[in-house]
C-alpha cells in the first residue's frame, strides 16, 4: 500500500498510487460485490444499534424489538450501474408497520416531522423532533466500512495479480 506524508499542508506519496487509480476500474465483478456486501453488512449493522437506542425511549413505549425499525433493516440487492460495469446497493427498511412503509417511519424519526392533523394543542401543531439515527450510524461505521472493502480489495484483487 502507498504511504503519505502529510509536512506543513504538503501531500507527499512516497509510492505510486496512480497504479492502484487505474486498477479500480477493473476490478471483477464477485470482488466489487463481496466489498459492497461486506461495506452493507456492518453499515446496517450499526444502524440496527442506533435504531435501538435512539428511537426507544427510556420505557421502551414508542419502540418494539419484534416489530421496530431496527429488526427490518437489511442490504438490498446488488444492481448494476446502466451502462457501467460497477454495482450499488443500498441499506433498506422492509415491510410496513400499521400499513405504512418502514421508510417512511425512518425519514420521520430521521428528519422530524409537523403533524398538523392530530394532537395539536390549543391550535398548534404537534412537533416531533428529529432522531438522526441514520446519519449517526453512517458517521460510526463509515471507517469500519472502508476498511473492510480495502482489506477485500487489496486481499482479492491486489495481491492475486
Not at 435501538?52 to 419484534?66: A, F, I, P, Q
Request: charged share 30%; with cysteine.
Amino acid at each position: 500500500m502507498a504511504k503519505v506524508n502529510v509536512i506543513k499542508g504538503v501531500i507527499e506519496c512516497t509510492d505510486d498510487i496512480s497504479d492502484y487509480l487505474d486498477l479500480i476500474l477493473t476490478i471483477p465483478e464477485d470482488v466489487q460485490k463481496k466489498m459492497l456486501q461486506a461495506q452493507g453488512d456492518i453499515i446496517a449493522e450499526e444502524e440496527r444499534k442506533t435504531a435501538r437506542s435512539m428511537l426507544s425511549v427510556n420505557t421502551g413505549k414508542y419502540y418494539d424489538e419484534e416489530t421496530g425499525i431496527a429488526s427490518h433493516i437489511k442490504v438490498g440487492k446488488m444492481k448494476k450501474n446502466r451502462g457501467e460495469n460497477l454495482y450499488h446497493t443500498d441499506v433498506i427498511f422492509s415491510g410496513k408497520q400499521h400499513g405504512v412503509r418502514r421508510a417512511e417511519i425512518a425519514f420521520v424519526n430521521e428528519y422530524g416531522a409537523l403533524h398538523m392533523a392530530r394532537g395539536s394543542l390549543n391550535g398548534k401543531p404537534w412537533i416531533q423532533k428529529p432522531r438522526p439515527f441514520i446519519q449517526t450510524a453512517i458517521n460510526r461505521a463509515s471507517g469500519d466500512a472502508v476498511a473492510a472493502a480495502e482489506k477485500i480489495f487489496f486481499e482479492d484483487f491486489i495481491d492475486k495479480l
